[in-house]
């Protein structure tokens, strides 16, 4: 979709926190269709859930398209390696390298955080094995995994400044594409893009915007103060709070399909990446609205 | 988050100290690298460590 030179959509799937695959597949079906590609999440804010890789390996025998994410919190160099291998053995074709929410935000406190390898690292290595066929400290692969590869940026932490060329790093390491934290602050994203245009990064990489449909001011004030690196303007949230209850859903899905338009005429953007947090249903309305549906087709 | 450090917000961020220092040194280009993978075989589940003193050998 990406090299073909269209407005890319993806979008998002959790695994759930249980063994039963048809949850993976329902979400399939309100996926299908309306977006090119699915993201799977990796043991997201580090919560347990169904592996990342099996659920890809749903997805793709669904006929979908996964992206899988992959956090270098719980895997060492060896893991994570060996992990690479299996999902392309599998035919996963996308892998998204994250650090990964620290543990202590999760259900698991206790847990050794790995970090063997960091975000920009790993990108490295899959670009080596995918591009040299070699693993780390050089043995040969038999056969190279084959990856688009991904990396995620966020243009809203801090220090400002910094952002682009964290972005600019993560590109030259090896990134295909770029996915972004959840974007309300247009105005920051587009300083953000510029800079990073000024730089020529933007023709280097396919840089997908992010955004998340808000289901309540709660949970955009929720956001805002507790999950880190987001930047949520408090006129999101006092339109939010301007609607009745009834009609707060609605108005998130309008906010996300307007920060859409506006991004589709961001120079620089290739296409967005939805995250409908445990809202996967809401997905196709979403797409459609901002219109962008019908899909293209692909062989 | 505003220099604070998202896993405790009582303590600093050190990546943000880090890009201020940089910064004030003009330096911030060392950022820019991309470093290899850390050597850990010394670290933790190493092994028992040896240290040769060359100042104690005759």
Redesign the interface.
């Known amino acids: 979709m990406l090299e073909g030179g269209g407005f890319a959509v993806t979008a998002e799937c959790g695994p759930p926190k249980g063994a039963n695959p048809d949850v993976v597949l329902k979400k399939a079906e309100m996926l299908r269709n309306k977006v090119d590609a699915v993201n799977v999440t990796d043991n997201q804010t580090a919560i347990v859930r169904m592996s990342s890789i099996a659920a890809c390996s749903l997805l793709k025998t669904a006929g979908l398209d996964p992206v899988l994410q992959m956090v270098v919190r719980d895997r060492n160099r060896i893991a994570l390696q060996s992990d690479i291998l299996g999902a392309s053995a599998l035919g996963i074709r996308n892998v998204l390298c994250l650090s990964g929410d620290h543990h202590i935000f999760g259900n698991q406190p206790q847990a050794m955080g790995v970090f063997d390898l960091d975000s920009i690292q790993f990108v490295q290595v899959v670009r080596t094995m995918r591009d040299e066929g070699k693993i780390l400290g050089g043995d040969g692969l038999s056969q190279p995994p084959d990856f688009f590869i991904g990396a995620a940026a966020n243009p809203f932490a801090d220090p400002f400044d910094f952002r682009v060329i964290r972005l600019a790093k993560k590109i030259r390491a090896g990134a295909d594409f770029i996915q972004t934290q959840c974007i309300y602050n247009l105005d920051r994203f587009e300083r953000w893009i510029g800079m990073a245009r000024d730089r020529g990064i933007t023709d280097k990489a396919y840089i997908l915007g992010g955004v998340t449909p808000l289901k309540s001011p709660g949970m955009a004030k929720y956001m805002k103060n507790k999950v880190s690196g987001m930047d949520i303007p408090d006129e999101i949230i006092k339109r939010m709070e301007g609607v009745p209850k009834d009609k707060q859903r609605e108005e998130g899905i309008n906010i996300c399909v307007e920060t859409i338009q506006r991004l589709r005429g961001v120079p620089g953007i290739k296409g967005v990446h939805i995250m409908a947090i445990e809202w996967e249903e809401v997905v196709g309305e979403i797409v459609e609205r901002a219109g962008l549906l019908p899909r293209p087709v692909f062989d | 988050?505003?220099?604070r450090c998202?896993?405790n917000p009582d303590v600093e961020?050190a990546w943000?100290m880090i890009?201020?220092r940089l910064t004030k040194f003009g330096a911030?280009d060392r950022?820019?690298n991309?470093?290899?993978?850390?050597d850990?075989s010394r670290k933790q589940g190493g092994g028992p460590r040896k240290i040769v003193r060359e100042d104690q050998q005759k």
């Open positions: 988050m505003d220099g998202e896993i961020c943000h890009v201020d911030l950022l820019e991309i470093y290899p993978p850390k850990w």
